[in-house]
């Protein structure tokens, strides 16, 4: 059922996808899917569940701050070497956030809010264990690294052909170690 919603969230977008539209993809019955999940909205609760739950990585206590920071590049590597049609569904739902009308607003909202809060953990461990320089902006760098993320996610959802996600994710990874990591000035 999530891989039809995915699917079409892609095709049409969140708002224009129907509950059963979903369930015909998906193979089942307008009334099976209002049995199972009971309206659109709950299965756009479960669907960005799934997304939050697998882009948006807690921290490794184990690792230092910059890998902290550099996990939700993996993240979404990770996602897209397993499920690339899942991790553009989750893009293009984030992206039709942007409307002040969309449901999904208050979602995203959160869910980037929770990403933010993470990445600024993961600067400040870094500049306590060495692996982050301590001169930086952590808000400036927060707000560029998760420009760098949406930037990289939009050019690849619009214009796929022309972006290999891994490689632009690459670049910036290599970028922001070279930005904030401790390692630029050793």
């Not at 199972?36 to 960005?48: N, P, Q, V």
């Not at 690792?63 to 550099?70: E, F, I, T």
């Not at 590049?73 to 893009?91: C, Q, S, V």
């Not at 060495?130 to 707000?143: E, K, L, N, T, Y």
């Amino acid at each position: 059922m999530l891989r039809a919603a995915a699917d079409l969230i892609v095709e049409k977008g969140w708002e224009a996808t129907t509950a059963a539209e979903i369930g015909r993809r998906a193979g089942y019955s307008r009334a099976m899917v209002h049995a199972r999940y009971g309206s659109k909205d709950a299965i756009l609760e479960e669907f960005l569940g799934e997304y939050v739950k697998r882009l948006n990585p807690d921290p490794d206590p184990g690792s230092d701050g910059m890998a902290q920071v550099l996990a939700h590049f993996d993240r979404i590597e990770e996602i897209y070497g397993t499920d690339p049609a899942l991790l553009k569904a989750m893009f293009v739902a984030t992206f039709e956030a942007v409307k002040t009308t969309s449901p999904l607003r208050d979602r995203v909202r959160a869910q980037l809010r929770s990403g933010a809060v993470k990445v600024d953990a993961g600067l400040r461990n870094g500049i306590v264990d060495g692996s982050v320089r301590a001169d930086i902006d952590v808000d400036a760098a927060v707000r560029d690294i998760t420009a760098a993320v949406f930037g990289i996610a939009y050019q690849w959802v619009v214009v796929a052909e022309d972006h290999h996600l891994p490689t632009e994710l690459q670049a910036a990874r290599d970028r922001i170690i070279d930005s904030y990591g401790q390692r630029h000035f050793d």
